[in-house]
């Protein structure tokens, strides 16, 4: 049973440019979100995505932007870089209701803006 | 949701039971403890949590006080592979489903 899978594991970009990082979840959640960590600091909740529409936010600019396939599978997109955007980016599959909150977490992309 | 407090690292000799303590004095009568871990260089992993009742489960022991103003994680007999960053976060079930991660501590089991 394959867990939460994550493309690419590592990225460069420079500043101002745009970057997608992809998402499968584990066999049979079908609600998916999106953490940002820091260097050295806790993960912060970015988005969460179930049917395909995004469900909750957190507080990040509209930059950030989501989507969700109906295989469940979810990219995150992120325009117009800033150094400050550098950072692990985790994606957390889980099933919906009470058990959202039972979330499996992916390795994660860690991305780099130059 | 309500603010946790824990240690900012703790050690734990291995095979010793590690004991991870968390205030969150403001908790609420229908708020949950959730308990995460996040080893070196992965995502977090969920452990274990609770309402008002102690719970055990293949990983890890939660108890919490009578008064719900704390709680302890225990991880009975820790191995090198505990070494992790511990998070307690507190839930409400029903409200924004984001998890809400705070600095969490440092356990470092020691050989």
């Known amino acids: 049973d394959a867990g939460v899978t994550q493309s690419p594991t590592h990225l460069i970009k420079t500043r101002g440019q745009q970057v997608t990082l992809r998402c499968s979840p584990k066999?049979?959640?079908?609600?998916v979100s999106w953490y940002q960590q820091a260097l050295g600091q806790g993960p912060q909740f970015i988005f969460q995505?179930?049917?395909?529409?995004?469900?909750q936010r957190g507080n990040f600019p509209d930059r950030f932007s989501g989507h969700q396939f109906p295989n469940y599978s979810s990219e995150l997109n992120v325009n117009a870089l800033l150094l400050g955007d550098s950072a692990l980016y985790l994606c957390?599959?889980?099933?919906?209701?009470?058990?959202?909150?039972?979330?499996?977490f992916g390795p994660g992309t860690r991305l780099t803006v130059t | 949701d309500a603010k946790t407090t824990q240690p900012t690292s703790m050690d734990c000799a291995e095979g010793r039971a590690a004991n991870l303590p968390c205030n969150h004095s403001?908790?609420?009568?229908?708020?949950?403890v959730y308990w995460y871990r996040q080893i070196h260089s992965q995502g977090p992993q969920y452990i274990i949590h609770g309402l008002k009742n102690n719970e055990t489960n293949e990983m890890a022991s939660l108890i919490i006080t009578e008064d719900r103003k704390s709680s302890t994680l225990i991880l009975p007999h820790a191995t090198l592979r505990d070494t992790a960053v511990y998070y307690c976060?507190?839930?409400?079930?029903?409200?924004?489903?984001?998890?809400?991660f705070g600095s969490g501590t440092q356990l470092t089991v020691l050989p």
């Open positions: 066999s049979g959640h079908d609600t």
């Open positions: 976060i507190v839930i409400l079930l029903g409200s924004a489903r984001q998890l809400t």
């Open positions: 995505y179930y049917e395909e529409e995004e469900r």
């Open positions: 957390a599959s889980s099933l919906p209701g009470t058990y959202s909150y039972e979330q499996y």
């Open positions: 403001t908790i609420s009568g229908n708020e949950y």
